[in-house]
């Protein structure tokens, strides 16, 4: 492993982006003399081209987040989610097609000053000046992963010297030998870190939520490395006899990988022994108790609280499953009670709120020693307009309390913490705030105390707040129902299910 500080990566980069303006700069007045052009006739066409080339990369981006777009509408996000070869005529043929039809559009287009070598090896200066502007701004914000600029524009540098020096440029195809020896050592790189890049993301992308379009990720990460990998590549396509066949044939591979997405084959998940790519879901069989502000039940009832986890959860399901028709969207729940009076194991999952669901069944088998129970142990007055709630919690080794203040009521400290509570998501307007209380063997009970400032003429409770207990030990099959739930999950997806309570108060 190579590694260097912050400061010499700063150098080196200043010093490589420097070395290739004098390469280019030479090469260009080389051409020039060949061509018999003026400075500022081979200037203009060096103009012309790196503008091309900028607008070819737009033109594969808008297209790369339009495939996106179009896929999560026809309902096929995710569909190289087990088959991640797909990837490759989705978006990354696409893209090499787009810079191959800039290429030929400008020669076809704009009358020609240059040869053909000539040309190509312009538009491919083009790049690696795109590519140096992009170094120089991640290099000004102290962004490490400019390294790999580094390493393209060097490999880069290495071919434009060795062909300036010999001569190659001017005599014909010669460059190409030495252009593509020294792009080996770029290509396998840039592979190298796609498929690291691409390994890590895709298996995140079966678990980031339904709230997200994964296609827009994997679609602009791909085009973007295909956008390096192919920009040293695809402007030799100029130099075949038969170019514009290469990119009808490119887009003939685009329609039939399109049609795969459209067969079985572009079902995204799979039960594979080996290396499996199961849907995901959270399933909380769940028991609610809603206390209204004089402890009163508002809402005491059971079912199965289901979280997806992908963007084609829980669509996927319909057909598979019987008990889907039997499903309550909580989106609306949301409104009226904090944290959906749900039992979210953190609040981050709040997220996919508008996109979960409860399937009311018969409630789950609990001991009393493994319900979380809320005691307020004590409420003081410590100045006018100042409250101090006091609170226990004891319950099995997960639990959660949700807290929210009334309009006009804020949390100004609490000692679960030094620092004044950060806010979670928004309750309507009101903010919110979330402990996570875990246990090892020792069975501990949960004191906090909070301050609540108030208006001195306010009646009536300060804040909502909510507790929920997580049962990752008990036997989720202790109920028939809910075991024949779980069994009807087809075999390709993957369930993390678990026992769930919550008890929500006005204090």
Known sequence: MITYTEVTGTILNVFIATCLVITIVLSLN???NDEGMSIGNISKEFGISLLTQVGGWLVALVISAAIACILDICGRPLSWYTRPWLITGIYFLPALIVLASTSQLLLRFKKRRLTLGHFVQMQMHCLCVMLLFILLALTAASIRSAYMFFVIILFYELSAVFNLLTGYQNKGN???I???????PSITFLMYLMLIGLGVLIPITGRSGPENNPELLIGILSTFFALILGG???PLISLLRKSMLTIFCGLGLVVVFFIIVATPLGFPYDNAATMPTPQRYWV???SRKLHNVDGSLRVNDSGVFMLPMDRNSPSYLKSHASWMKN???????CKKELFCGLP??????HRQSNYSHWVPIEGPVISKEDVAKLVLVNKAVIKEGLLRYQFKVEGPSHMGVFISPYDNVNIIAWNVTNQKPNSGPLW???????????????KTAFNFNIDVEHSSDSAGPKIDISVTSHLMHVDVHNSKEFSDYLKSFPSWTHVSSWISTIESFKY
């Open 30 to 32: 080389s051409i020039a």
């Open 174 to 176: 010669k460059w190409i």
């Open 178 to 184: 030495a252009h593509m020896i020294f792009q080996l």
């Open 232 to 234: 040293f590549i695809v």
């Open 284 to 286: 909380f069989h769940s």
């Open 327 to 333: 499903v309550v969207p909580v989106g609306d729940w």
């Open 344 to 349: 979210f194991y953190t609040s981050r999952m």
């Open 428 to 442: 309507g307007n009101r903010p919110t705030y979330f402990i996570y209380y875990s246990y090892g063997v020792e």
